[in-house]
């Protein structure tokens, strides 16, 4: 090589490499199973990985994040996840109304009781006897249980754990028998035949106190607010139920709500003042009732300190529902708004001042004060089904076998 002008350029570096056991065991598990189906064509690997492989379908049910969790509600019989753009097609499940439940017709009018862990609890009414059946199903795989309802018409709630899949889960039943009483039921997909439990434990309320439909399942228990602000549980493992007494700040009226946030149980208030949020640290005893429960506030902050919640001059709020907090790792909470303003508009040649409503889904970041429009609702519906948002995490959650009529 006689020429000094010519440079040897050197070889080319392979491509870099994330190790297995990352893309494995922390990049793959936060995915929705949309993308996770998708991926089960890059090799034969990776395909018994995802459709085969037990340990890795528990770990994905446990991992929600950003891409795989966001807030939904099922609405006119319509499966909605509220998120933006094409996030919410990533995080949808493949059949949003659910059809491969009422497949033939010999069930109708789905509702919704409970959502845990990428599992949805619902009730349908037969065709033609006009009982009512309890369908437990992960929408993102089409797998589903169905289950007899044998016992009092009542508020539901479904127990289960991603983490311990194989213990199966729970339907508990709160059912308010006279006045002042609360009984619970419990169905369990690990007892053999379809016999409903009875514990024998119950719940002293006040009179016309009622359990709101939108249960939290957290530490083992399953939690419902009450129209007077309570918490009633029942602990599906030792059959013990009680109450338990709001925050003291919580309590002075506003709209609250339950969630449940890495296994713990929070309460969220909207008040007229702010946002607040309160994590339970502990039931305060070990006894059956145990309404001295212990609460550590996480965070608050007024309206004026939250961006773009109230987006114009004399606007007033309408309502501020807590809808559900998300069921990913992020510190955020979603505010379901109805608020409006008022304008002036002509009325057969009169100018009369009209009171605008505007409905939306607006995303809080309570680590960052960020706020984002989520998703605004347009129409003219009056019950929008704003109240019953709840998280939802797509998965591979995985229903064990029962002992009776497997669908």
């Not at 708004?337 to 939306?360: C, I, N, P, Y």
Request: net charge positive; glycine share 10%.
């Amino acid at each position: 090589m006689d020429s000094g002008d010519q440079r040897i350029s050197p070889p080319p570096r392979p491509p870099a490499q994330l190790p297995e056991d990352l893309v494995c065991g922390s990049i793959l598990p936060r995915l929705p199973v949309r993308s996770l189906a998708r991926f089960t064509a890059v090799s034969k690997a990776w395909r018994d990985l995802i459709l085969g492989n037990a340990a890795f379908a528990a770990l994905q049910a446990q991992s929600p994040s950003v891409a795989s969790a966001a807030l939904a509600r099922f609405h006119n019989g319509r499966f909605e996840v509220l998120a933006p753009g094409g996030s919410a097609a990533s995080v949808a499940p493949p059949d949003t109304r659910l059809s491969f439940l009422t497949a033939g017709g010999a069930y109708q009018r789905l509702e919704l009781c409970a959502c845990t862990g990428g599992l949805l609890c619902l009730t349908a009414m037969h065709s033609e006897s006009r009982r009512l059946v309890f369908f437990v199903c992960n929408p993102a795989t089409r797998s589903f249980h169905l289950v007899p309802y044998g016992c009092p018409l009542g508020v539901s709630g479904l127990a289960y754990d991603p983490e311990a899949a194989e213990r199966g889960y729970d339907v508990v039943v709160a059912a308010t028998q006279g006045l002042q009483t609360c009984r619970f039921f419990r169905f369990s997909s690990r007892t053999a035949g379809s016999e409903w439990l009875a514990p024998q434990g119950t719940v002293c309320i006040a009179p016309f106190e009622a359990l709101q439909p939108k249960p939290a399942y957290a530490g083992g228990r399953v939690h419902w607010l009450t129209n007077r602000g309570n918490i009633v549980w029942h602990d599906v493992a030792s059959e013990l139920c009680g109450t338990l007494l709001p925050p003291p700040c919580a309590s002075s009226g506003g709209n609250m709500d339950l969630g449940a946030w890495r296994g713990r149980l929070r309460l969220a208030c909207a008040t007229n003042a702010g946002l607040g949020v309160w994590e339970l640290a502990s039931y305060g005893g070990a006894g059956a009732s145990t309404p001295a429960a212990r609460w550590d506030a996480v965070h608050w902050r007024s309206w004026r300190d939250i961006s773009g919640v109230v987006a114009r001059e004399r606007c007033f709020m309408w309502s501020v529902v807590p809808a559900g907090m998300e069921a990913s790792g992020e510190e955020a909470v979603g505010l379901a708004l109805r608020h409006g303003h008022a304008a002036t508009r002509l009325v057969k040649g009169v100018a009369r001042k009209q009171d605008v409503v505007r409905r939306a889904l607006v995303r809080y970041d309570r680590g960052t004060g960020a706020t984002a429009a989520a998703v605004e609702l347009t129409g003219r519906e009056v019950h929008d089904g704003l109240g019953t948002v709840f998280g939802y995490h797509s998965s591979l959650a995985a229903l064990p076998r029962l002992n009776m009529g497997d669908a």
